[in-house]
């Protein structure tokens, strides 16, 4: 802990994001201590099946409809596989997190000139580290509290639901988040790019003597090229890492958000209101899911508004001669032919905000078979409305 304070700030959060998530066991290791992490991961994960597979045979027994138990059960066997998927990669995928570190640390001395504006980029990418980190925590915190509430102080319900619920919750919420942190960093990088892009290009009314020469210009054009390339490598390498993941985990996090959602326009119809504990721990959970989603599709939105920021900096070039203009051409090309497929999960969900109407849409349609089918089931007991 001492010798944090001779870090810079924005490195002490980033090293706070990485412990959290080593104790966890959603983060790799050091070489020396990898196989007692891994003894360490695997004890965890056992004890978190061990809960996920009590509370699922003792919840299989509610008297519901079958509809509403699958999707309320689903969420078990969901969480079990996510976190094994997240153990397993960490333990195989630790060189892929160092060459991403060390391929990231080489892209950023090349794109930021002195020590003040590297520090800077760390600085951002600590400061969004620190913002999210809160968040995660004190919603935890919030749910813990409400889960004690509702349990009415039962410590050993409380043990299995928060190991169930909230430190399942917090593993997969702390593994996305460095997935989010990884494209706020290429998003940094590529933002950086563009302005070193607007500073290679040349005014109208410059004196030429002070404008790059042709050869000049496309030595640091050719940098700039490969750089892009490096970046759109990274962000296809962090899509195929965790593309299998996100499918589990959306396809989870909609079921989830749909029967919460379902349960919350229940309890308002039915005029629950003593339940007000139950009431606010479903919001909360409502809005954990629809911030997941929400993170990961804004992070890539981000990237590809960038990206469309570069090609449109290139078009606006004011070109000297036919070698600048085959130069520029030569990158565009190559970009084009090199971010050919918009950012998908596994080729099935597209990674941007406007997928956020397709999952509306799925959203409205489940919520509303589900409220069908309980007002079917209410008029064949003979409740009267």
Known sequence: MGSWSKKPLGNRWLRLLSIVSRLLGVSPASSKYRHVHLVWSLMLLSWIWFVCTSLLISKSQMQVLAIEKLMYLI???????????????VYRSASFFESQAMQQFKLQTLLFVDAWASQGFYNQLGNYVLKLLLMVFAFHGICVTIDILWLNFNWLLTLYSNCAHN???????????????????ICLLLQQLNLRLEQLQPSRNSIC???????????????????????????????DRFGVVFLVSFVNSLVSFCYELFNTFRMVEQAQWEEW?????????????????????I???????????????????????TRQERAVNHFLLQFQTHD????????????????????????????????????GNKSLM????
Not at 299 to 321: P, S, V, Y
């Open 209 to 239: 003597i002070l404008s790059p020469t042709t050869a000049e210009f496309e030595h640091k054009l050719e940098q700039l090229r490969g750089i892009v390339v490096a970046l759109n490598d990274m962000h296809s390498q962090l899509l």
């Open 277 to 297: 504990v139950l009431f606010i721990y479903r919001l909360l959970w409502l809005l954990m899911h629809g911030t997941r989603i929400w993170c990961v599709l």
């Open 340 to 375: 050919v497929c918009p950012s998908t999960v596994c080729g099935v969900v597209d990674l941007d905000t406007l997928a956020v109407g397709g999952f509306i849409s799925a959203l409205s349609a489940i919520v509303i078979f589900l409220i069908q089918i309980d007002l």
């Open 167 to 185: 430190l399942v919750g917090l593993m997969i919420s702390l593994s996305l988040l460095q997935y989010v942190l990884a494209l706020r960093g």
């Open 382 to 385: 003979g409740y009267s409305f």
């Open 75 to 89: 969420e078990y066997p969901s969480n079990m596989i996510i976190t094994a998927i997240f153990s397993l990669y």
């Open 299 to 321: 992070g890539n939105t981000r990237i590809a508004e960038q990206k469309c920021q570069l090609c449109l900096l290139l078009n606006k070039f004011h070109l000297q001669d």
